[in-house]
């Protein structure tokens, strides 16, 4: 985890580590940030779609170099539709933080992928619709209700 608190501080935010917890205060707006995902003890692959989505409404651009795995960014089309400034060159994503962001209906397309979409779209002004979530709902055990907890409002409509 050390690269992830490295990054969050690098984006503005203050971390507080104790034995059993993590305290974290944010800035009203995230600072961008240059991230590369490297091999262990680098910045993890699977940590790359959520601060891209963590970065969308970043004060500036940041971008995301992924060194991993191809195919990666599978999410983005769907960023894309919320409004989201992002740029795709191969394995590189530029994002240019908006104030904004949309709701609309999304598609999660992988695990990683529709954990940022979520990430998405709890920034994003009205009800976002996100189908496909059964990528998430087994990476991600009772995600909707530990995002309630932090008040978050979402929920899960079955069979639809």
């Not at 995230?30 to 959520?50: A, C, R, V």
């Not at 795709?88 to 940022?116: F, H, N, W, Y």
Request: charged share 30%; net charge positive; with cysteine.
């Amino acid at each position: 985890m050390k690269e992830t608190i490295n990054k969050l501080k690098e984006c503005g935010c203050s971390i507080e580590l104790n034995n059993d917890s993590i305290y974290l205060k944010a800035p009203e707006r995230l600072k961008g940030i240059n991230i590369e995902t490297q091999p262990y003890p680098g910045f993890p692959t699977d940590m790359q779609s959520i601060f891209v989505a963590t970065l969308i409404r970043a004060e500036g651009k940041s971008c995301m170099q992924e060194n991993i795995f191809e195919n990666r960014y599978k999410y983005v089309p769907e960023l894309k539709k919320m409004g989201v400034n992002v740029i795709q060159k191969e394995r590189k994503v530029e994002v240019t933080g908006e104030k904004t962001i949309k709701a609309t209906s999304v598609k999660a397309m992988d695990l990683r992928g529709g954990a940022a979409l979520v990430i998405a779209a709890l920034q994003a002004d009205g009800i976002t619709e996100l189908s496909n979530i059964e990528y998430i709902l087994r990476g991600y055990e009772s995600l909707d209700r530990k995002l309630q907890k932090i008040g978050a409002k979402i929920e899960i409509k079955e069979g639809e």
